[in-house]
């Protein structure tokens, strides 16, 4: 129903089942997921390791599809079979932060922040101003011209933050972002993301072990024998 009690969810799951082969028979990883995001909100999602929250998170991001079930963005079915339209889509509405940055080597925190840009056409000067009014945000003016080997792990895991919200994403999801940050650095890194969350007016998804980072989310969900159940 779209009403203003109701609004359309800007993320829906509905009955993801995902299903691996593997050599020694069949894995039932999600069994029957179904999850609702609304614009602006931010969920975090919890469970043991092995549980699929990455499985999750990748299918959801369309990174993956899954063996049955739906994925609806703004109440529009996702359509699986036609890629282009699916790589469109990741492209123009989704940003991902990984555990690992994920940076290209080779080139400079500012380049890496332009990537996502230029897969969608020239980089305008509008955009470039946008880079540089992340890199300040961000502390890193300074860094602009290093690669990702002279950077720390938490400027890396910074630049990385920046880089999902370059596109004006609809929906970031984050797969334990700051797993590999000592607490401090993590917690305040995740004070910058879910700051760039509440500025930019961008949907939130984050899997996470860090029950400080967990709590600043609207709500959690946690994943446990292939379902996803509410916490709260
Ligand atoms: N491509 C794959 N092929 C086979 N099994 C997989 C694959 N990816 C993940 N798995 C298995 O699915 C389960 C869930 O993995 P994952 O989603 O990474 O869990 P989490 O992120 O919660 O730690 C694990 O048992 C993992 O070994
Ligand atoms: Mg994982």
Redesign the pocket.
């Known amino acids: 129903m779209n009403d203003v009690n109701h609004p359309v969810p800007i993320l829906e799951a509905q009955s993801i089942r995902k299903v691996?082969?593997?050599s020694d028979g069949q894995?039932v990883?999600l069994d029957g997921c179904d999850f609702s995001l609304e614009k602006g909100q931010a969920v975090a999602v919890v469970?043991?390791?092995?549980?699929?929250?990455?499985?999750?998170?990748?299918i959801l991001g369309a990174l993956d599809h899954s063996t049955s079930g739906k994925i609806l963005h703004s109440g529009k079915l996702l359509d699986f079979g036609r890629r282009q339209v699916v790589d469109q889509w990741r492209t123009h509405q989704v940003g991902f932060v990984f555990q690992s940055h994920m940076l290209l080597p080779d080139f400079t925190s500012r380049e890496n922040l332009l990537l996502p840009a230029r897969r969608q056409g020239p980089v305008t000067s509008v955009i470039r101003e946008r880079a540089q009014n992340f890199l300040e945000t961000m502390g890193l003016q300074d860094r602009a011209d290093h690669l990702p080997g002279e950077l720390s792990g938490g400027e890396q895991q910074r630049i990385a933050v920046a880089r999902a919200f370059m596109n004006k994403p609809s929906i970031v999801l984050a797969?334990?972002p700051f797993g590999n940050l000592d607490q401090k650095i993590g917690g305040h890194l995740g004070e910058m993301l879910f700051g760039l969350r509440d500025k930019e007016g961008t949907s939130l998804v984050i899997?996470t072990h860090d029950r400080h980072l967990a709590q600043q989310a609207d709500k959690t969900m946690k994943?446990e024998n292939g379902k996803l159940v509410s916490v709260d």
């Open positions: 691996f082969d593997r894995l990883v469970g043991q390791s092995g549980s699929g929250k990455s499985t999750l998170l990748n797969d334990e899997v994943l």
